[in-house]
């Protein structure tokens, strides 16, 4: 059963830009703190970026100063907007929400989970 649910990925050029969504399904996260982790193949699944229940937002210095990640509470939607894209970025991007932003980096820590969505960056 898919708890989260992820959209917005897909094929850009290097230097573009992307911008994922995700929704939960069938209850609202607005005391949740929710972030991305994002996962090559081969490698092992790091944090991007979270948002806090009041919009405190934190970024894995890889991506600080291209990406943007924030919440739409009206609408149940929390964005990751990805600019100035590069190779490096290609991987599953996830989304995952858990109570509080402490090791917010830690997925262990992370009660729900959505299935991914492919981005892949390539000239």
């Known amino acids: 059963q898919l708890q989260l649910v992820e959209s917005g990925g897909g094929l850009v050029q290097p230097g573009g830009s992307l911008r994922l969504s995700c929704v939960p399904s069938?209850?609202?996260?607005?005391?949740?703190?929710v972030s991305w982790f994002s996962q090559a193949p081969g490698s092992e699944r790091e944090g991007v970026s979270c948002?806090?229940?009041?919009?405190?937002?934190y970024y894995a210095d890889s991506v600080k100063g291209r990406f943007h990640i924030s919440r739409d509470f009206a609408k149940n939607v929390v964005y990751l907007e990805m600019n100035k894209m590069n190779p490096e970025d290609t991987a599953v991007y996830y989304c995952?929400?858990?109570?509080?932003?402490?090791?917010?980096?830690?997925?262990?820590?992370?009660?729900?989970w959505g299935q991914g969505t492919q981005v892949t960056v390539s000239s």
């Open positions: 948002v806090g229940s009041r919009g405190t937002t």
């Open positions: 995952a929400a858990k109570a509080g932003t402490k090791n917010w980096h830690m997925s262990d820590l992370y009660t729900y």
């Open positions: 069938g209850f609202s996260w607005d005391y949740n703190a």
